[in-house]
């Protein structure tokens, strides 16, 4: 398991477009606004209730006093998207309800916002949860807009800091496999408060692009993580499609796909803009390689093979602990991300190392580590077939032994792909 395994923040998405106003979903009060037209962050909405002019909010179906509606705006985010969700769609409403702020690049997003929490009741007043990952696209535009980014200036009243730019990380290859690469990632002296992105591609075919990095997203992958990188502090992250496809918190658009075998890569990361300074320069380029694949027949792959190429599956149903699944809830299961649920992660990594003992892997080494994994799972019953749970700190040993032994690192090695 990575040290320090970091968390998502969101990614940016376009501006929507403008459509007509939704209805008024905020019920305001008799208080005048003192700056009119313009709008104020999330933490202005939070450290000063005296300039809210509303008694209560509506969020999807529920609606909220002033009073709960603070509430949601001191919760801590935690990974729950719900929550961070909330707390921008909170100020967005203000900002029009109090300042009379332009709406017309944000109508369509509130719509969404509130479509997309429907009747879940926002923590810490209910329970309702969305992952980060799902919500990211929506935070992004509502917290440009918040930030006077969009169609609405910043209030003239409100403080504005000095400009600044976060200090540049560094970048250092740590270990490899043969599906993924782990880095570590140092922090300057300003640390990343707001987390950190990693960028990637091939070494051919940076060459190719003459040695630099493109400007088209689409020809490189890239992973954000949303935990803090203290100043002056390593933090160690693994590239490839276990950790990132199971990793809580981790967003990416090459979150399934593994590292080639025998590869050279580059990497680059750099610090997210926080509340206060603009995001750093990206890093050095580190160039790192994969290690070599086996072969042979006598071979491994890992969890993100098998869940990509359900076709070339040597079996059709497996016993994960005691409960028996046939070959179409195996994919589901294999296709659910983990979010945190040690259970999850534990039968993917099961899954993967029973198909490849059936195609003829050595299953010296692990075996007992899977008769371990099975007595421990027992009966639940793995979602998204039931709704099982296990801790990640009852299961990371053993999901760690057999991620090894399915990526090669340990046991006859991993399958040329």
Not at 180 to 202: C, E, H, K, R
Not at 295 to 321: A, F
Request: charged share 15%; aromatic share 6%; hydrophobic share 35%.
């Amino acid at each position: 398991t990575p040290s320090a395994t970091p968390t998502p923040s969101a990614s940016p998405t376009p501006t929507p477009t403008p459509t007509p106003t939704p209805s008024a979903t905020v019920t305001p009060s008799p208080t005048p606004t003192p700056s009119p037209g313009c709008v104020w962050s999330r933490n202005h909405w939070r450290d000063h209730p005296e300039d809210w002019c509303v008694t209560e909010i509506q969020l999807g179906q529920h609606t909220y006093t002033a009073a709960e509606a603070l509430q949601i705006m001191n919760e801590p985010i935690n990974n729950n998207g719900l929550v961070d969700l909330a707390q921008q769609l909170i100020a967005t409403k203000l900002n029009i309800a109090c300042n009379h702020a332009d709406d017309s690049c944000i109508a369509q997003t509130i719509i969404d916002a509130d479509n997309m929490i429907g009747d879940l009741v926002v923590p810490p007043i209910g329970d309702g949860f969305l992952t980060e990952e799902a919500v990211s696209g929506l935070v992004a535009t509502l917290t440009a807009y918040n930030k006077g980014n969009l169609c609405a200036p910043v209030c003239s009243g409100t403080p504005t800091p000095s400009p600044c730019q976060l200090d540049k990380p560094a970048l250092a290859c740590s270990a490899s496999a043969a599906s993924n690469i782990s880095l570590d990632v140092t922090g300057g002296p300003s640390g990343g408060p707001a987390g950190f992105v990693v960028q990637w591609m091939t070494l051919a075919d940076f060459v190719a692009n003459g040695n630099r990095w493109p400007d088209d997203p689409d020809e490189l992958c890239e992973a954000i993580f949303s935990d803090v990188l203290p100043p002056n502090q390593t933090l160690r992250v693994t590239i490839g499609d276990d950790r990132l496809f199971d990793s809580l918190g981790v967003q990416s658009d090459c979150p399934g796909d593994p590292l080639l075998c025998d590869t050279d890569y580059v990497f680059r990361c750099r610090v997210n803009q926080s509340d206060a300074c603009e995001a750093s320069p990206w890093s050095n380029t580190a160039v790192c390689d994969t290690l070599p694949c086996n072969p042979g027949s006598n071979c491994t792959d890992s969890q993100g093979y098998w869940r990509t190429y359900p076709n070339v599956w040597p079996l059709q149903n497996l016993m994960l602990g005691g409960v028996s699944y046939e070959g179409t809830q195996l994919l589901q299961i294999m296709n659910r991300r983990a979010q945190g649920n040690g259970l999850i992660m534990l039968a993917h990594q099961v899954i993967a190392a029973k198909l490849n003992i059936a195609t003829g892997a050595d299953p010296a080494g692990v075996q007992q580590a899977i008769n371990d994994a099975d007595n421990l799972i027992g009966g639940l019953v793995v979602p998204p077939i039931g709704n099982g749970y296990l801790s990640p700190a009852q299961t990371s040993r053993l999901t760690e032994t057999l991620r090894e032994y399915n990526e090669g690192t340990i046991g006859p090695g991993h399958c040329q792909e």
